[in-house]
């Protein structure tokens, strides 16, 4: 188990694309820590200057404090799971797991019972002992996934990376899978980086998250801590499905005023005032019979378990989530609200404010 | 609506087949018409089929029945009469050829014509009704009827490709030094091939051969294979010029480098030489060599290099583990192309070995029929010749088609 540290790290590719700009980042021994952020932030490339895959234009990367920044990614000692798995077409299973193994020095080389041991631990850790003699392109999309994941894990390497690992899977196996990497991890407590889009994954495996935008790092904290103590409006808006509403305006003496729209802070907010965003989940806004805001539905989305009203108050849109509880949620799904108008309120203890 | 659709839609099999027929005629009029002019006769009654054939082709249709019924009566009796003519001066097989194919064609027009469901169609008797049955009925009947006429076609060009290799094989195996073909299968001998085989010559050139085009297969793939990598992998200055060049090279025709090549060549001493011919025959192959590899290379995904990276190879271990294994079929293919290259070519061959005992095996070939008309002994010397090539081809059929269809696309 080995610390990892990104101090001052700058990407530049060649022709002049900015990927990644001073990043700062530290990973403790056995943390999964999971990089995220939409497509093109720079999360990538991050994880690949860890692998020795790309150069590093500026900053200092370390692997349990040395510095490898110009060590090849052979010599660094990593593990990667590939989006695409990347297993050797023309090898079987066994040779595929075993071909890191096989690659090392003379010295550190296992004799070849040791060699059928170490397969033997890792093929029935991940339950693909009954593969092993076949070709990649003869298994499924699971089966890959896991031999792929293999071939990382057999050489017990000092960090495991993940790109993407889960992306090309079924959404069922990809609940599946994601239980069992946290399981995994959780038993060999290798530290782990693992870099993906989805926020679900993110919120799920990791120990701390680290969300990204245009190759800048937003915020790295544990995952619940950013879901309600976001950093700024984009953490905020990233996380969570549907995504916190947010209204830009002024805030001044207790009342928070956009445009037309003036509604009184909760308790926790009285003290901010000037320029700023004010931030809601959807599920805080509150859905009233009477004795709110008035907002227009404008549509409605049933999901059985929960009900997603999409409403427009003083031309500002905003989604309420309402889960389904009691006697309301009959109500909530029958739609029977007077000429699709309801009454809302944003008084709620988890309402956050960014100034400006 | 269905009324329309089943009504235009109709049209009896009988006369989709009679296209085809006529089209068959028409294809095969040209080859013999042309064979024909050198016989010197005939020509007429053919030029009379082509026509009589595009005419049907074009007259296809409810309204012209009479002229379909008149053309298939013309092409029959064409064929009848193209028999007659035959019998006059001695039947000769083209002759049965061509009549049998005008009899058969023109025979069918008129039997299909006058079928009832073709005579209903051709009325505009038909009901909704009655376009609906005949659809179905086409549905059945179509592919079994279609399929004669478009093997008999097929078949056609077939044997036009064979005909030469026939020929060959025929006088090969026929006694006497005679080019013509008789075809009598009794007097068939392999005296031809054990003659050539007693020549000390012929080994000669054929170790020649050997030597020549092996050492121009392997020195083709130890400058192709990782020239294609680079080209595949790296980006450097000069990238697209040099893989311009390569195809530039491949444009001009091989003549005009030939008096240079012949220069160079004798300045640096390696006329009459293996290492002479191997040199300039890895060259001219190289570009498709190159070419070739670099478009197999570019779908190996990089991924699997880098997955290499980290599990401890450096660049030559990710090449020669990873990258070669996988590149097989697409080797074999250039290996192929560059033996093949060297083990026919001629010209080159001609220029710079000049000695009889450094001739490689097409030389040979030219002279040994030069110096003698021995028919016989070119023709199984020439089989001989083409043994190995047909043998790699069998061999390599597998990998050549995977290495050419995943060459230029991505799998």
Known sequence: MVAVSFEGIGKVYDDGTTAVVGLDLAVEEGEFLVLVGPSGCGKSTTLRMLAGLEDVSEGVIRIGGAVVNDLPARARGLGMVFQSYALYPHMSVEDNLTFGLRMKPKAERPDSEELKKMVQETSSMLGIDDIL???????SGGQRQRVALGRALIRRPKVLLMDEPLSNLDAKLRNQMRLELRRLHDELGTTTIYVTHDQIEAMTLADRIAVMKDGVLQQH???????????????????GTPPMNLIEGNADGGVFSSGSLSISLPDHLSEIGGKGTFGIRPESVKVLKDGGVEANLSGVERLGSETIFHLEVEGIAIKALWHRSGEDAEDGESGDWPEGKMQISFNDPSAVWFAQ | MSEDLASRWYTPFELEVLQKAALLVVLCSIPVLWVMSLRENGELLVLLGLVSGLLSFRTLGRENRDMMMLTSAMILLLGSLTLYQATLRGVAAIDIWYSAILICSGGYGLWSLSSSHVSQWLGGRLGVKGAERGLARNRVLRPRWAGIFTHALLLHFVFIVMVPILWIIDVSMSPGQSASSGLDLSTWTLTHFSSVLEKDDFWTWVSNSVIISVGTTLLGLFLAIPAGYAFSRHRFSGHGVMMFSLLLVQMFPGVIILVPYFMVMKSLGLLNSWLGLILAYSVTALPFCVWMLKGWFDTVPVDLEEAA??????????????????????????????????WNEFLLALMFNQSPDMYTLPVGLAFSITQAQKWGDFAAMSLLVSIPVVILFIVFQKSLIQGLSSGGVKG
């Open chain 1, 133 to 139: 003699e076949k070709r990649p392109r003869d298994l």
């Open chain 1, 221 to 239: 904290c544990p995952p619940l801590e950013a879901y309600h103590k976001p950093a700024n409006p984009f953490v905020a808006s990233f996380l």
């Open chain 2, 309 to 342: 990276a980290l599990d401890g190879c450096g660049q030559f271990g990710i090449f020669w583990r990873i990258i070669l294994p996988l590149s097989l079929p697409a080797i074999a293919v250039t290996a192929l192309f560059s033996f093949l290259a060297a």
